[in-house]
Each structure stands twice: as structure tokens, then as C-alpha cells.
């Protein structure tokens, strides 16, 4: 039995703390669902909120958010060839790797092509790619991978029906994303911050750039087996959003956004817990803990307005998401 059935919100918390002091001292080994949720949640938040940063520095968040959908098209096109030449399945890793490469060239090359040589604006470049691509793979999808459920699985993803395995790919991408800015860290921050002198020193921004968007395609293969793309982006801005009301060195940034994260994701599977609990009712986990990315935002940024008024600073618009370096 669940040992959290019938908690609220505010003893969940409690029982949470009180079985994760007995799992350290060896008491008890098994995970609740739960805990389940929880764990798997936060990895992704981890790996999400390492790279965030830089993706909204660098004004690559809509350029991620088509990357998110697109990837769908990558993974259909991939199983299908996985099924026709080695009789894969399509959610083995050598599926969803080569389907979301595939997908982040597609949409970095079409993006790329449309503002370049088109003359079209990024957005508008973006938004045309988004459309396309996304509403190709749903075709495929419809058309020859109706019995898997993929588009369904893919955009929503299904919190509520976690289990430890899950928590590999986001596992995976921790290390990777976390190795990665580790030795191109001065890299990504002098790109990030000014690309003009980074490519007058020499630096290869264009690499970056690509090197950004397929950890990004990376870190969301682990959201089609776990959370879906509509929870992934949200932990690709929000918690960074969140933490850059406090702290503007992006060292410090790296540490705060992946933990508003996992708040976050702690407070959508208490949340999920207290309203089944108290009022009966099942809602999606993972739309609360995108739900509560947005309220923790919103608390934020609350704060941060009344200690800039009360430190007699000059205002800053309520709703701005623009601050100083």
C-alpha cells in the first residue's frame, strides 16, 4: 500500500522527510510511487536547468520549444526505420538518440536556410519549421504508429505512471550536460553574453550554438519516455527565470535554476497527492508540476518587487523578464 495515501499537502512533506532519513540509515529500501515520481522528476529538472540558462541567454528558447516538437518527427522517421532494418523498437535508446540528432539537424538546418537565404526573421523562420515538421510527425504518427501512442505519450507524457527505470535518459544527461559545460564553460559564457567579441577572440560561435542545441535535442529524449515536451520546456525556462530574480552571476545560476526545479517537482507531486487526498480528485501530475514552475515564478517575482520597493530602488515593471547582467 502507498504509505502516502490520505496525506495533504503539508504531511506529505513530513512522511517524505521521515522515509528518506530511513532509507539513509538502511531501514527500508523500496521506493513509493511517489517517491517514484519525485526522483524521475527532479532528474529532469537537473538536466533541464543546466543547459537553460544559456538557451534563454542566447534567445534560443523558442528555437528549443520547436526543437521539443520537432524531435517527434525524428523518433517516428526512426522507428519506423528501426522496424524495417534491425527490428528495433522504438523506444529503445538507439532509437530515440539517432531520431532526436536527426530532428535537431532538421530544424537547425531548415531555421538556418529560411532566415539566411530567405531573408525570413528567426521567429518567423522558427514558427514555419515548428508547424511543418510537428505536423508531419503527428501524420506519420496517425498514419503508421497509431498502436504505440506516441503522439500522446510524446507531447503529455504520462507523471503518473512512472517508474525507476525511467530515470536513466535524464540520469544520462546530467552527466553528460554537467561534463560538458564543465570544460566549455568560459566558452558558453563569452558566447552567451556577447557573441561579437567572442567570434573577434576567435571563438567558434557557430559551434557552440549547434553544440547547445543537440544537448537540448539530447536532454528531451528522456521527457518522451517520462514528462513529455510541454513539461520539458517549462523546466527549460521557468526555473531559470525563477532563480534570475535573485542572483545574476551565472555560476550561481547553474546551482539555483536546476533546484527551483526540483521544488517544483516536489511541490506538483505533493499537490498531486493533497487534491486526490482531501478532494477526490485525479488530475495530471505533470500539468501541476508545470502548473507550479508558473506559481513559484509568479511567488518570485512577488518577492523580488516588494524588496526592490521597500530598498527604495527604481522600480522595476511588474511583469518584465528582462534584468541586468
Not at 506519420?140 to 497509431?146: C, F, M, N, Q, T
Not at 497527492?273 to 507550479?292: D, I, K, M, N, P
Request: include cysteine; aromatic fraction near 14%.
Amino acid at each position: 500500500m502507498n504509505p502516502y495515501w490520505d496525506c495533504n499537502f503539508f504531511e506529505f512533506f513530513g512522511l517524505l522527510l521521515k522515509r528518506a532519513a530511513l532509507f539513509l540509515v538502511g531501514q527500508t529500501s523500496t521506493l513509493a510511487s511517489d517517491e517514484t515520481q519525485i526522483l524521475v522528476l527532479s532528474a529532469v529538472a537537473i538536466s533541464c536547468g543546466l543547459i537553460g540558462p544559456f538557451l534563454v541567454l542566447k534567445r534560443m528558447s523558442m528555437l528549443a520549444n520547436s526543437l521539443s516538437h520537432t524531435i517527434l518527427l525524428g523518433i517516428s522517421l526512426a522507428a519506423l526505420a528501426a522496424g524495417a532494418l534491425w527490428g528495433g523498437e522504438w523506444f529503445d535508446w538507439k532509437t530515440l538518440f539517432f531520431g532526436s540528432l536527426f530532428a535537431a539537424f532538421l530544424t537547425a538546418l531548415f531555421t538556418e536556410t529560411l532566415t539566411r537565404f530567405f531573408r525570413l526573421q528567426e521567429d518567423a523562420s522558427i514558427g514555419l519549421v515548428f508547424t511543418a515538421l510537428f505536423a508531419l510527425g503527428i501524420t506519420i504518427v496517425s498514419l503508421y504508429l497509431r498502436d504505440v501512442h506516441l503522439g500522446i505519450e510524446a507531447v503529455m507524457g504520462n507523471a503518473d505512471a512512472l517508474k525507476i527505470s525511467d530515470i536513466r535518459f535524464p540520469a544520462l544527461f546530467i552527466a553528460i550536460n554537467g561534463s560538458i559545460l564543465f570544460l566549455f564553460f568560459k566558452q558558453f559564457q563569452l558566447s552567451s553574453f556577447d557573441s561579437d567579441l567572442a567570434a573577434t577572440v576567435g571563438l567558434k560561435v557557430g559551434f557552440f550554438r549547434y553544440l547547445l542545441l543537440f544537448l537540448t535535442a539530447g536532454t528531451c529524449i528522456g521527457a518522451f519516455r517520462s514528462v513529455g515536451v510541454i513539461l520539458v520546456l517549462a523546466f527549460l525556462t521557468g526555473p531559470y527565470l525563477t532563480a534570475r530574480l535573485f542572483s545574476n552571476k551565472l555560476s550561481h545560476l547553474l546551482f539555483w535554476t536546476p533546484l527551483a526545479g526540483v521544488a517544483a517537482a516536489c511541490i506538483g507531486v505533493a499537490l498531486s497527492r493533497h487534491l486526490f487526498s482531501v478532494y477526490g480528485l485525479a488530475l495530471s501530475t505533470g500539468g501541476l508540476v508545470a502548473t507550479s514552475i508558473g506559481l513559484l515564478y509568479v511567488i518570485a517575482r512577488t518577492v523580488a518587487h516588494v524588496r526592490k520597493k521597500a530598498a527604495g530602488k527604481p522600480r522595476i515593471p511588474f511583469f518584465t523578464t528582462e534584468s541586468k547582467r
